[in-house]
């Protein structure tokens, strides 16, 4: 009887989530849009089915915890849910103001920044997602990189934040749709702030360990877990390896450590810079190297990933030590012509083309670790 509950609690609170995405993805889709109806769909039905099945979780949150008295894991997912139904609500409460803000700047002719308040919203709603599914699948590796993309989303709000105010110091008619946007932006983050309560209390539930205010993001590797060294190379560590070291080093910490090197040395590309600063990580203090100032360091590596066109992956010179070797072919965005806008554009297909890689190779090497 205990375990039918619990399922039933479970489905109720998938059903939640579920609506909760729902209006995000209409935000996203009023952004674009500029929907009148879906506007008012999330604020006047959409928020209040949200709110009802949150007093349902809530009366067999208190059924379950009064009749059945659950110990352990079944205790941790009881009073989790009993948290995670007032997460959502607050997102959807969140959901609302974005709405709110959208609505008053849809008779502008264009929306200040669109560009960016596009990204900040698909960055967050993919943050809410895998918060989710984190939860259900009771994946622990996810919830912990939902932890780190909170620090992706602040630093893209804090972009938006810096362009609209500069716009309202140059332009002081645009202060009412500028402080819009701003709520806008910061009712995208706190969202992600939420969604990372969820993925913390995700780790809680399946291991039994607090890991909140992010201390695990601070943690030293433990002395029985071997740090795995991962070298990625390119023609000239302008680009694709400077960005895969980046990801790598983000998502992988603590358990893997990144360089990058080219066959000859270059230098940082600008738009590398730029477009991996969209996604919030900072890569301009990264310098190219050529894989012979690598070679001379007394690094081992486990991997070594070739992230360039077949023909020159065969330039690259024997690394010693037993270690995997991988080959991405992934186009050189430095060798496009164009202007900015087309530039930055190809530069963030490439950019996610290598995070995926990217995020593949971290989930194979846990996998490992696992075994």
Avoid at 45 to 57: G, H, M, R, S
Avoid at 91 to 115: G, R, Y
Avoid at 196 to 208: D, K, Q
Avoid at 247 to 257: D, E, W
Wanted: charged share 25%.
């Amino acid at each position: 009887m205990l375990e039918e509950k619990l399922i039933e609690l479970r489905q109720t609170l998938f059903l939640q989530s579920a609506q909760v995405e729902n209006m995000f993805s209409k935000i996203i889709r009023s952004l674009k849009s500029r929907s009148q109806e879906l506007i008012n769909e999330i604020i006047e039905i959409d928020e209040q089915a949200v709110n009802k099945l949150e007093l349902k979780i809530d009366e067999l949150c208190i059924q379950l915890l009064a009749l059945y008295h659950p110990e352990a894991k079944d205790l941790r997912l009881t009073t989790m849910i009993s948290k995670m139904t007032s997460d959502l609500e607050r997102i959807a409460d969140c959901l609302v103001n974005i709405a709110e803000s959208l609505q008053s700047l849809f008779d502008k002719p264009n929306i200040l920044h669109i560009s960016e308040l596009e990204n900040l919203s698909l960055k967050t709603l993919q943050m809410f997602n895998s918060s989710i599914a984190s939860f259900i699948e009771e994946d622990v590796a996810l919830a912990l990189s939902v932890c780190r993309e909170d620090e992706v989303i602040d630093s893209l709000r804090d972009l938006v934040w810096e362009k609209i105010i500069k716009d309202m110091h140059e332009n002081p008619d645009s202060i009412k749709d500028g402080l819009a946007i701003i709520r806008l932006a910061n009712n995208l983050e706190k969202i992600a702030d939420i969604s990372t309560n969820i993925a913390e209390e995700t780790v809680y539930l399946v291991e039994g360990t607090t890991i909140k205010h992010h201390s695990h993001l601070q943690a030293n590797t433990p002395n029985n877990q071997k740090t795995i060294n991962i070298l990625f190379v390119c023609i000239h560590n302008s680009c694709r390896s400077q960005m895969a070291e980046a990801f790598a080093n983000y998502y992988g910490r603590p358990f893997v450590q990144a360089w990058s090197a080219g066959i000859e040395k270059g230098s940082l590309n600008p738009y590398a810079v730029e477009s991996m600063r969209e996604v919030g990580i900072d890569i301009s203090n990264q310098r190219a190297k050529s894989i012979a100032e690598i070679l001379t360091s007394d690094l081992k590596f486990d991997y070594l990933v070739t992230v360039c066109d077949a023909a020159n992956s065969q330039r690259c010179p024997v690394v010693p030590g037993q270690l995997k070797r991988l080959h991405w072919d992934i186009r050189d965005p430095a060798t496009l012509t164009g202007d900015k806008d087309y530039l930055l554009k190809e530069f963030a297909l490439i950019r996610d083309q290598i995070k995926e890689r990217v995020l593949n190779l971290l989930a194979e090497i846990r996998a490992t670790k696992k075994a």
